[in-house]
């Protein structure tokens, strides 16, 4: 049988001559080691019973992603085996700014066949990720794992990576454009010719731009708008309806079983990879510490259930019980019943089907883990040299989504850095929905949450939930033109993004 993968692997092989983009700098070790080859690839994957075809990032022996070594250079070869454009951004990394993979502003896009080269120094060990930051391609799981180990990895421990992504069979420039004419829907004044766009509506959940209101009659245009699961003065929730939520590219019809010693240990490494949706990760009856968050080590902090917004990490260490059981590590979308996960099984015990709804839905996310997350390594104590405030603001009509009321384009201004100085990001949310933030080339560290200071975790996302007032301190230790933006995918790419640059 010629598989799909082999007309793939066969097209990517026959890439003889590929556009090298000499992008790598000097990286500090052995120049002539083989980079890692990553290859940007068209799969099909099983969702629901049906077949679809999506992304992937991987090695030629079929591994997803990276794992390596701190001390190690980040040396890998991006190969784009796909029929457009692309870049892969190395979330969490601090690499030099031309290899920070993103189109337009770090360098340009690899071309279809063509491929790019890069090279540096990893400064620090972790749980991080790999995303294209080309278009909407991450909502087709143009995503992987990005693994660093280092001193503290213990040898008596299994890794268990976890990734977790929502899927749409609706293709994602579909799902933006439904989610940009939902204010003349919740207006009401059916838009002619409206009628093949009315049932793809069913694709996306209106939020508070798409309220019911008065005007609104007809009762099937009612039917179009998803219950608030958070109620009228909760938060908006969830943009868009996906058909599936994946851990390891699976649903829970058929989850990835991850067989583990009885009485062992385990470290999870959680990675929320979804373009829009954030998760409570939960342990069941294991009791869980959680150890580091985007990679970066906090003080240890026991629990059964975890925030992760979007492109957030979690590193939760487990000890499991002597003896046979089955222990289901299960994400559940917020606000919503919705879930998905693994289950880890020791001893050869039964699994059963777990249920892909929660019975109950969960509350949104919330702030109260960030507060009492406090970074094992702070920065070190000092007074900012210079203070921004972004104001992360919307237009609910039309899907606009801005900081400072600026839709990001090119000719935005960055905002000024110095290099050397400590700066100080103060998120304000004026909107009814939550931002998961994310600076480019950086670790920050999270100050202050509505006034009240404290040493924080340091990481790379963090969450800024409606109404609520966050400050992040980073120093300005890493020369370059760097993306700071929402992560929710179709929020990034309405213009909820900015830049800073100190070059
Ligand atoms: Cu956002």
Request: glycine share 8%; net charge neutral; hydrophobic share 40%.
């Amino acid at each position: 049988m010629l598989s799909r993968r082999a007309l793939l692997a066969g097209g990517v092989s026959s890439l003889a001559t590929p556009a090298i983009l000499a992008r790598a700098e000097n990286s500090t070790d052995s120049a002539g080691a083989a980079p890692t080859i990553l290859r940007l690839e068209r799969r099909n994957i099983e969702v629901n019973g049906k077949t679809a075809s999506v992304y992937a990032i991987r090695q030629p022996n079929g591994t997803f992603g990276l794992t390596t070594e701190v001390g190690k250079s980040f040396r890998v070869r991006v190969e784009n085996g796909i029929d457009e454009p692309s870049l892969i951004h190395w979330h969490g990394l601090t690499p030099p700014w031309r290899q920070d993979g993103v189109p337009g502003i770090s360098g340009p896009p690899i071309p279809a066949g063509g491929s790019a080269d890069y090279g540096f120094p990893l400064r620090f060990g972790g749980t991080f990720w790999m995303h294209s930051h080309q278009g909407l391609q991450e909502q087709r799981l143009m995503t992987a794992p990005l693994i660093i180990h280092d001193q503290r990895d213990r040898p008596d421990e299994r890794e268990v990576v976890v990734m977790l992504a929502d899927f749409s069979f609706t293709p994602a420039e579909q799902i933006f454009e439904n989610l940009r004419k939902s204010d003349s829907m919740a207006g009401m004044a059916k838009p002619a010719g409206a009628t093949a766009s009315m049932s793809k509506m069913s694709d996306t959940k209106m939020g508070s731009m798409a309220k019911p209101t008065g005007s609104m009659t007809s009762t099937s245009s009612m039917k179009m708008m998803a219950p608030m699961s958070a109620g009228e003065s909760g938060p908006d929730l969830n943009d868009v309806k996906y058909d599936a939520f994946l851990a390891n590219f699976r649903t829970l019809a058929d989850p990835e079983i991850v067989k583990v010693e009885p009485g062992g240990r385990v470290v999870l490494r959680i990675i929320n990879s979804s373009s829009m949706s954030a998760f409570h990760v939960g342990l069941g009856e294991l009791d869980g510490v959680l150890i580091a968050v985007d990679g970066f080590e906090v003080e240890p902090i026991r629990g059964r259930s975890f925030p992760a917004a979007v492109a957030q990490r979690l590193d939760i260490r487990v000890s499991l019980p002597p003896g046979a059981g089955a222990y289901p590590v299960l994400a559940q979308l917020e606000g919503e019943r919705e879930r998905t996960g693994i289950i880890l099984v020791a001893g050869g015990a039964p699994v059963t089907q777990i249920p892909d709804a929660a019975e109950t839905p969960s509350p949104p996310l919330n702030l109260d883990l960030e507060r009492s997350l406090r970074a094992k390594k702070p920065l070190a104590p000092r007074k900012a040299d210079r203070v921004h405030t972004l104001n992360l603001t919307g237009e609910m009509a039309g899907y606009v989504w801005s900081i400072n009321n600026v839709v990001w384009n090119k000719d935005t201004p960055p905002l000024a850095v110095a290099e050397g100085e400590r700066v100080e990001l103060v998120f304000v949310n004026q909107t009814p929905m939550p931002h998961p933030m994310h600076l480019h080339g950086h670790e920050f560290q999270v100050v202050e949450i509505d006034s009240e200071r404290f040493s924080g975790a340091v990481r790379d996302t963090v969450l800024v939930t409606p109404g609520r007032r966050v400050v992040v301190a980073f120093d300005a230790n890493n020369p370059g033109w760097w993306a700071l933006h929402c992560h929710l995918l179709y929020h990034l790419d309405a213009g909820m993004f900015t830049t800073i640059k100190y070059v």
